[in-house]
């Protein structure tokens, strides 16, 4: 009778609960936390304010989190930026049979084994030519006055002293590369975050060329599928258009070093193997690189004789010309073709915002931004 009693009383106790809970469950209450509140006003002064400011406060927060890692966000965008660069170099091997990790692994030995040769053969006299024309550059300096037209200026202005002056303050006390890059801890410092830096493109650069299809794939994976068959053939279209950029410029840039070296040899120029090197890296600069690199050839021609500088000086602008309307079009194959005051405005305003890396990265960005407007923006404009 006790244990007939005893499951009468848990019975009755598992109805009373089942009842409690399905009432709960119809008032929309949650079982043991009490009642639901009335929903906040999304109307309400305090609500808007409150998620102003939240807003606010993260985006400040996200400006300076992406302040702090800028050079980390640089160093990607140049691997990004060498890899595309490289990929129709991969292509072409794949083209002929050879798988995505054969045809990169034969690109990786060509570019170490140039960058090898060119260690071992131009390095050496690079710096020895460098070495020189630091130490010799007061001399070089002086020797301006024995023009007389400089000499004149200087007399009137005293341009040519005051630059003597502060070189030799800066060469002979042996204060310049120190006080350039702020003393010893500084050129410490700047040479082992340079080689970092160097490794970090390195390593990454070949993982972006190696994955580049799979990196790809992954992304047009997160566009919806009615529109990412568009998506991927314009992503594919910016990509090869910045491959063939940074293949054409380094072509375009190694034609204007030789192009000065052989100019320089006929005109015995000093510091001949240096000035071809540092016009390379100025050519690499789209548009405003190669006024800096006339400027110096020029400068150093001017050493020697004024004649030597004004034949110099007219060579490199014929190149010029040359290289703009007939090099460039060839090599690029108008896959680049932009209206001339984008391009202008592109390099000055990628020089001025990131220097040398922005030189480099803004004719490429222009002229993807260009793909944009001509097969996006310009044909929604048409129908409207």
Known sequence: MATKKSASVKKSAGKAIKKIAGERKVTGSTPGFGKSGAPLDRGHPFYFGFLAALGAVLAITMMRAFASASQVFILILISLFLAAGLNPAVLFFQRRGLSRASAVAVIVGCVLAFVGLFGWLAIPPIVDQLNALFHNAPRLISELKNNPTLNNLNDH?????????????????????????????????????????????????????????????????????????????????????????????????????IYILIVGAILHLPYVTALSVLVFICGLIPLVGHLLGVSVVTLVALTKSPSSAAIAFIAYVVYVQIENYVIMPKIMKKSLAMPGLVTILAALLGTSLLGLVGGLLCVPIAAAIMLIVDEVIYPKAEKS
């Open 157 to 257: 202005f005293g341009i040519i002293d005051s630059i003597s002056t502060k070189v030799n303050e800066g060469v002979h006390n042996g204060q310049f590369a120190m006080s350039a890059f702020g003393g010893i801890v500084g050129v410490g410092k700047a040479v082992v975050s340079g080689a970092i830096a160097g490794l970090t493109i390195l390593v990454l650069t070949l993982y972006f060329l190696a994955s580049l299809p799979n990196v790809t794939k992954t992304v047009y994976r997160l566009v919806p599928a009615t529109r990412r068959e568009r998506v991927a053939g314009l992503s594919d279209a910016i990509i090869f258009r910045i491959g063939v950029f940074v293949g054409g410029q380094a072509t375009v840039a190694l034609i204007a070093s």
